[in-house]
């Protein structure tokens, strides 16, 4: 079992940049295929990205394509997410998701997360 641990998040401003990390703890992170996800107040958990085991597949959602981008250091076992002109609909709690066997984006598909790091993008 892989124990998830986001950070990164914060309070900045529209057009600003933040570098999320989710850290692994407990196996070896090139076991899983990781997403990112996120939630806004009052609505429902969302895919944002996610990458394959080696990192040689990514995808992310259309809404925030061009401007995010999934990476992954498995020697450092940390998955980021690198957000760049960010939005104030970019505003939520951000998560981070392992999965043994599925690679997509689905949320109810992965099977760890961590507890979430707050983004808030002010206007």
């Known amino acids: 079992q892989v124990q998830l641990a986001e950070s990164g998040g914060g309070l900045v401003q529209a057009g600003g940049s933040l570098r999320l990390s989710c850290a692994a703890s407990?196996?070896?992170?090139?076991?899983?295929?990781m997403g990112w996800f996120r939630q806004a107040l009052g609505k429902e958990r969302e895919f944002v990205a996610f990458?394959?085991?080696?990192?040689?597949?990514?995808y992310s959602a259309d809404s925030v394509k061009g401007r995010f981008t999934i990476s992954r250091d498995n020697a450092k076992n940390t998955v980021y997410l690198q957000m760049n002109s960010l939005k104030p609909e970019d505003t939520a709690v951000y998560y981070c998701?392992?999965?043994?066997?599925?690679?997509?984006?689905?949320?109810?598909?992965?099977?760890?997360w961590g507890q979430g790091t707050q983004v808030t993008v002010s206007s």
């Open positions: 407990g196996r070896t992170l090139s076991s899983y295929a």
């Open positions: 998701a392992a999965s043994s066997l599925y690679v997509g984006t689905q949320v109810e598909r992965y099977d760890y």
């Open positions: 990458i394959s085991r080696s990192g040689a597949i990514t």
